[in-house]
């Protein structure tokens, strides 16, 4: 069993930077491929970003590639997203999420953080 937090989102200017953590407690989180999704208004969630449980390979949605970094420290049960050049389409409640599985559709994971919000004005 895995809690998820996620914490680090705000409002921010479009081509600022923000930081996403998720904090997970339960002693297998290491053990656990880590993702992200985002869910915008009045639209379904969406694959943003994931990572395997060693902390490679790594893959992304087309939208966020090359702009946002998923990383995990698996020494702090922490997995983290850092997101460069936000758009105002970036805007969106963000969900960490952990699994065995890793991939990029929400069956692929177990366990869900309540989410944070994110907000780019333009």
């Known amino acids: 069993q895995v809690q998820l937090v996620e914490s680090g989102g705000g409002l921010v200017q479009a081509g600022g930077s923000l930081r996403l953590s998720c904090a997970a407690a339960?002693?297998?989180?290491?053990?656990?491929?880590m993702a992200w999704f985002r869910q915008a208004p009045a639209k379904e969630r969406e694959f943003v970003a994931t990572?395997?449980?060693?902390?490679?390979?790594?893959y992304y949605a087309d939208s966020v590639k090359g702009r946002f970094t998923i990383s995990r420290d698996n020494a702090k049960n922490t997995g983290y997203l850092q997101m460069n050049s936000l758009k105002p389409e970036d805007t969106a409640v963000y969900y960490c999420?952990?699994?065995?599985?890793?991939?990029?559709?929400?069956?692929?994971?177990?366990?869900w953080g309540q989410g944070t919000q994110v907000t780019v004005s333009s």
């Open positions: 990572i395997a449980w060693s902390g490679s390979p790594s």
């Open positions: 999420a952990a699994g065995w599985s890793w991939g990029a559709s929400e069956d692929d994971y177990d366990y």
């Open positions: 339960g002693r297998t989180f290491s053990s656990y491929a």
